[in-house]
């Protein structure tokens, strides 16, 4: 399968706390995408950081890449019970746009 | 594990013509389905969230008429692409939401010429 492994599978932590998601893949990519899903909904874009990056910020998201290591982090930084949902890790192959996803990170947020 | 298998991943179709395709998951029941478009070099815009035997609900600025979604089970979901115009090709992907969360499609790619 060419879909990611992202680590861990599920995470609860307090509010005000930070939150770090680990997604690796396989294939050598265009770019990588950070998404997150609240339960019932669709998924929201949240950063995308190129292959030729190393990191990138948005507000309280951080977001790590090592290519070399086929790994990628995601930070949440100061989190919010707002924050819960589950989320996803997605690269585009440098073949094309084909999409493949991360298996996702269930984050919980305790007020 | 969770497997969408989503059919086919590749099509080309001449302009004004129809195309159909299928997203089912392989080995749970899925009670919402979602289906999302990608624009060249962009993200994925969600489209439409369907639930099994109810009507799907369209994102705003999409065409229910044109993206036609039937989830008519709770292991096939499908979209149908109506009268298609060359700017209908695109990437399409399907994702399934079911006891273990969610899983995507791996895709399809749609040529209208």
């Known amino acids: 399968s060419q879909q990611g492994e992202e680590d861990p599978q599920a995470l609860s932590i307090q509010e005000g706390e930070n939150a770090t998601m680990n997604c690796s893949y396989k294939?050598?990519?265009?770019?990588l995408q950070w998404y997150r899903q609240n339960s019932g909904r669709g998924l929201v874009h949240l950063i995308l950081i190129r292959s030729n990056e190393r990191e990138k910020h948005s507000g309280r998201l951080r977001v790590t890449l090592d290519t070399s290591k086929k790994s990628s982090s995601l930070l949440i930084t100061a989190s919010r019970a707002a924050d819960t949902a589950s989320y996803f890790c997605?690269?585009?192959?440098?073949?094309?746009?084909?999409?493949?996803f991360g298996t996702g990170t269930s984050l919980t947020v305790i007020p | 594990g969770a497997v969408v298998s989503q059919h086919p991943s590749r099509v080309i179709c001449k302009s004004g013509t129809s195309v159909k395709i299928e997203c089912r998951s392989l080995?749970?029941?899925?009670?919402?389905m979602f289906w999302y478009r990608q624009f060249p070099k962009k993200s994925l815009m969600l489209m439409a969230t369907s639930n099994e035997g109810s009507k799907a609900t369209y994102e705003q600025g999409v065409e229910k008429d044109k993206f036609l979604i039937n989830h008519a089970s709770l292991t096939l979901s499908t979209l149908t692409v109506t009268s298609a115009h060359p700017e209908d090709s695109s990437f399409y992907i399907c994702?399934?939401?079911?006891?273990?969360?969610?899983?995507f499609g791996s895709g399809t790619r749609l040529t209208v010429v």
């Open positions: 997605a690269t585009v192959s440098n073949t094309g746009n084909q999409f493949y």
């Open positions: 994702s399934a939401e079911g006891a273990l969360g969610y899983t």
């Open positions: 294939t050598s990519i265009n770019n």
């Open positions: 080995d749970f029941q899925a009670t919402t």
